[in-house]
């Protein structure tokens, strides 16, 4: 079977659907993934660590979210909602529309959310 297009074409339409294809999976895994927090040290000789979120995810916490700290923006931290797990914080954006409610359903659950 012979082909209409030419070589070079072919060749181009290949590396077009392979970058797509890189650009379209890179996107996926970057919603799938959740920002988890890092925690840093502050204070002078006593060094104290608190939870502090560099960036946030819009992803959805799919696991059982036990509390929640409302994180203020800073210097080095942004404004985020730092939602518990079993022993794993995650950054959420206090904008999303999923984390609001998530709030609201921890509340009636006597699960408030506290400040950092």
């Known amino acids: 079977m012979q082909s209409t297009l ?3 074409r072919w060749t181009s339409l290949c590396l077009l659907a392979t970058v797509l294809l890189t650009c379209i999976s890179e ?4 919603a799938k993934q959740l920002m988890r927090s890092s925690p840093i040290a502050f204070g002078g000789a006593k ?3 608190m939870i502090c979120c ?3 995810s819009p992803a959805r916490i799919r696991t059982e979210i036990n509390g929640c700290i409302i994180q203020s923006q800073s210097d080095a931290c942004v404004a985020a909602v730092i939602f518990k797990t079993n ?3 995650y950054c959420t954006s206090p904008n999303a529309r999923w984390v ?3 709030m609201l359903a921890l509340a009636k659950n006597h699960k408030s959310c506290s400040p950092a």
């Open 100 to 102: 609001k409610l998530k």
């Open 6 to 8: 030419p070589g070079y």
């Open 54 to 56: 560099h960036r946030t």
């Open 47 to 49: 060094h104290t660590t």
């Open 27 to 30: 996107q996926t895994v970057a």
């Open 87 to 89: 022993g794993t914080y």
